[in-house]
Structure formats: C-alpha cells, structure tokens
C-alpha cells in the first residue's frame, strides 16, 4: 500500500465502498479525487471526505479527470467498463480495479473467498458462524454488506477474513489471492454487465487466478462445466456435491454429510435429518470451508442443525392460517428460484415475476410440475412465467400488479399444509430500488394478514 504515496488516484462512485477506499488511499498518501454522477446533495460522505481534504466531484464525469498522470482507478462494482472514465483509463493504460484488490493490498489476515452465482450470501454466513461456534476469529463482509477493505484494515494474521464476492468485484483484481476460494456455481446471470457467459465466466474464476498450491480451491463437483481449465487452478482442489461421492471434500452419503480428507478418511458431520439449511449445497460448502479453516465437527454440525437462514434468501416468514410463508426475493434469476421451489415438498403457491432480460424460463416447466399448485406473477415478465406455468400443466394462473395483491390472492388460494413462496426468478428493478425493498413489502403484508386474523 506504501507504493500509492503521492501517486494521483481517482475513485468512481461515491456509495459505502468509494468512500472506505478513499479514505484507505488517503491513509497511505495518495492524491485522492473521488467522483459521482450524482449530484452534491445526493452524495452522502462527500462533506467527510473533504473533511480529510480528499477532493470531491459530483454531477457528472469532468473531461480532464482521467489523464496520464492518474496511477490507478478504483470503480464501484456495478459502474460498467463502457462508461467513459474507465473506457478512458483502460485505453491510457491505467489499471482499473475494485475495492476487493486494495482489501487483499492491505489485509494481513488469510482470506476466505466465497462466490457463485447462487448461494454465496447463505454460505458466506455459515461460514461465519461456524468459525465464529468453533472459537476461531473471523471477519465476515464484502458483497455481503460491510465494505471489504474496511474490515482488512482492522484484520490480524491470525484471524479469518471472510467475504461474499461478485463477478463485477471480481472482474476488477489483479493480485487479489484468497487462502480458501470457493465457486458455489455459475447460472446465466448479469449477462447485461458481462455480456457473454464466458466473460462471467471468466470473472468468476479470476477468484482462483493468483492462487498457489499452497491454496485451496473448492468446487461444485455436480457443476463441472463450471469449473476453470485444469491448468489455471494451482491451488489444491476440493469438492462438495449432494448427488456423488468425491474425492476429497463433503458429500452425503446414506442420509448423512461427510467429510473426505486429502487421504481418504472418512469422518460423519451431521444427519440430513438434522439440517436446518433450506439449499444443502450451500450447507456442505459451507461445512467443508469449516473443516478446512480449522473448525471440529462439532461446530459445525451445531450451526448447520441451529441455522435460522438470511434475510431474502428463503426466509420464513411466517406461520398463517395453517400455510407457511417463504420470503426468496434475492431469487434475481431462474436458476435461484428453481433451487428454492425444489427445496420445498409441499404443495405450493409460487409468486414470481420482475424485470425481463430475455429468459424465456422453459427451465422451470419440469420444476413447476413437482410440488407448484398455483402461479401467481407481477411484473415484466409476468405473461411469460405464466405462459410456462400453463405449459406445465398448472390450472391457476393469477397475474397482479402488487406485492400486496399476490400475497392476498396467495393466501385466497392456500389451503392447510401449503407454502406460499415469493422466488421471482427476476431482478426488482422494473418495480422496486431492490430485491430488499419487494422482500420486505412481501413480508410486511404476510405480518398485516397474519394480524387481521388473529
């Protein structure tokens, strides 16, 4: 970090992360500008960052601020590599990174790396948590909500620096080298940011680029085509799987999860039938992270079977009238919502429906045709899920245009003993700022018609 004294950077976007990477560069003594096309009013933190005399630009990108004189660009994640600063910095040499480069820069603990398109934020948790039972210290944040590089700063060599991390982080490294990386999977997602499958692709698997053998890397043994080429992975390989046997790492075997160490021995963490971790795969990742960063079985068969899961993420909600209610909204694409409708054996009310990228959702059909008695959508794409669920052989199809309207026509429509599951299997932006925001308004309406009841 003490090679960015005096040198010229400049940091794109002004949320959380701008703000924790300006003043990280501004401890170490560089000539810090930090931009945002929002304007002043609207840039919370600028007010502290002059207050260090770091300078602030807002309202738009200046003509001059991307120059040969700049040493490094630090973006937000989701601003694109097409918007004119960094096109800019990239023609003129310039690297362009994210703040999970400068964390890895400054951070003296061993780093826990944990992505996927499905599964991270879950995992990322356990993981936390398992540490956390087992008596070993850890740091948990990244994509997760608490900005990396300001957790690193605070992180010792004989902690656990845990992080949720996203193709667009990803995608902005060039040294970054966790200890232990783990690839939950890779679904078509984001291809309006990356495009192609093979750049999301390629993205994901920069999470193992730096790595060395005396890393580890851990796979999706189900998932092979989601694996990088043989000779990019140095680090020493792991697996999880539900469906096989692997060679080392965590699998089930006979109803119970199992530990394979490097020779082949065999130690029993805990029963399926203990388990209270809605995604299973995300249960064994998270299980054999823990083995492999020192935690006993114990501990982690203790989180695994205690787990009460994550706000958004197959939340219950709720218990009314006999039917259980599930709160899925950060499902943001097909692949999420169809883990979450497999997870579940009863019979059940699917709300689903949000921005149309493209997907034409045939994917689900066989899903829809397990356990689904009703398809209730809102949204862009709401005609088009609709139009699967018919092809699925599914009689009640109900379109609204309100998250209070699908809850109270879920709950008209449920009987005893069924789920009502919010899994869009979207993005929110076509009605929402976030999947936080529609997964909150879902809730709230289940608390108000749980109150009206009593």
């Known amino acids: 970090m003490n090679n960015y004294q005096n040198q010229h950077v400049v940091v794109l976007g002004m949320a959380k992360s701008g703000v924790a990477v300006a003043k990280l560069l501004h401890r170490f003594g560089a000539h810090v500008v930090v931009n945002d096309q929002k304007p002043r009013e609207e840039a919370a933190g600028a007010d502290e960052l002059e207050a260090l005399g770091i300078e602030v630009i807002c309202g738009g990108h200046p003509d001059d601020l991307i120059h040969p004189g700049v040493a490094l660009v630090v973006k937000n994640p989701g601003i694109r590599y097409e918007a004119a600063p960094v096109a800019k ?3 003129l040499g310039i690297p362009v990174v994210t703040e999970v480069e400068l964390a890895y820069q400054v951070s003296q603990a061993p780093i826990i790396g944990i992505t996927g398109s499905n599964g991270k934020t879950t995992t990322t948790t356990l993981v936390g948590l398992i540490l956390q039972e087992a008596g070993i210290d850890a740091l948990t944040g990244g994509n997760i909500g608490t900005v ?11 902690q656990w620096l845990v992080a949720e991390l996203s193709s667009f982080q990803l995608m902005g490294t060039l040294s970054f080298k966790p200890k232990i990386g783990v690839l939950m999977n890779i679904y078509p997602a984001h291809l309006d940011y990356h495009h192609t499958m093979d750049e ?8 193992f680029a730096n790595q060395t053998s005396d890393d580890i890397a851990i796979l999706p043994y189900d998932q092979p085509d989601a694996w990088p080429a043989d000779e990019a992975l ?10 096989q046997p692997v060679p080392r790492g965590v699998c089930v075997d006979n109803g119970v999860i199992v530990y394979v160490d490097a020779a082949g021995e065999r130690e029993e963490i805990l029963p399926l039938d203990r388990l209270s971790v809605a995604h299973l795969d995300n249960a064994l990742a998270a299980a054999l992270v823990g083995k492999l960063a020192g935690a006993g079985s114990e501990a982690i068969a203790k989180v695994l079977s205690s787990f009460a899961g994550v706000e958004h993420r197959m939340e219950f909600v709720g218990t009314v009238a006999g039917v259980k209610y599930y709160n899925d909204s950060k499902a943001t694409n097909s692949e999420a919502a169809s883990r979450a409708l497999q997870a579940l054996s009863e019979p059940t009310i699917w709300i689903c429906g949000g921005l149309d990228r493209g997907v034409t959702f045939h994917d689900l059909i066989p899903v829809m045709q397990k356990n689904v008695k009703a398809v209730i959508a809102f949204g862009e794409t709401a005609p088009i899920l609709l139009a699967r669920a018919k092809e699925a052989g599914i009689n009640r199809l109900i379109h609204v245009d309100t998250v209070e309207k699908a809850v109270i026509a879920a709950s008209e429509a449920a009987v005893p003993g069924d789920v009502v599951l919010l899994s869009p299997a979207c993005a929110s932006w076509d009605m929402f700022p976030s999947f936080e925001v529609r997964g909150s308004m879902f809730k709230d309406v289940v608390h108000r018609l749980k109150t009206s009841l009593a």
Do not use: H, N, T
């Open 89 to 91: 910095a990239i023609e």
């Open 148 to 158: 990396l590089c300001g957790l690193a700063q605070e992180a010792r060599p004989d």
């Open 200 to 207: 999301y692709k390629a993205a994901k698997w920069k999470l």
């Open 234 to 243: 140095r680090a020493s390989v792991y697996y999880f799987s539900k469906q």
